[in-house]
């Protein structure tokens, strides 16, 4: 998977399921469309996922999200959860969660 025409991200899965990424160049920011291309989903799903997952995605000035490596990461386990996996969403959320990852959870 490849990230833009001047430079690469290429994101794999080694021996021990964890995500490893190779870049050309080290970006500390992605796009919506970038991450959106890189996993194979729309940018809506994308939105979607962020809202119902219920984590949190930095902004910049203008309220584009900036998806970091580390936001990749969930977005990915995420999506092999909730598609091959066929969990709920909450389902994933608890998933991602006791992974570790950084969830929050809104009192209702």
């Known amino acids: 998977?490849?990230?833009?025409?001047?430079?690469?991200?290429?994101?794999?899965?080694?021996?021990?399921?964890?995500?490893?990424?190779?870049?050309?160049?080290?970006?500390l920011y992605y796009t919506i469309s970038e991450v959106s291309k890189e996993i194979g989903v729309k940018d809506s799903k994308i939105r979607f996922w962020c809202e119902k997952l219920l984590f949190s995605i930095k902004r910049d000035r203008k309220g584009n999200r900036q998806f970091t490596k580390g936001d990749i990461d969930v977005l990915i386990i995420a999506k092999h959860l909730i598609q091959e996996k066929r969990f709920t969403l909450e389902g994933a959320r608890i998933e991602l969660k006791n992974r570790g990852f950084k969830i929050y959870y809104s009192v209702v």
């Open 1 to 27: 998977m490849v990230f833009g025409a001047a430079y690469s991200l290429v994101v794999t899965m080694d021996a021990m399921n964890k995500i490893v990424y190779n870049d050309t160049i080290d970006k």
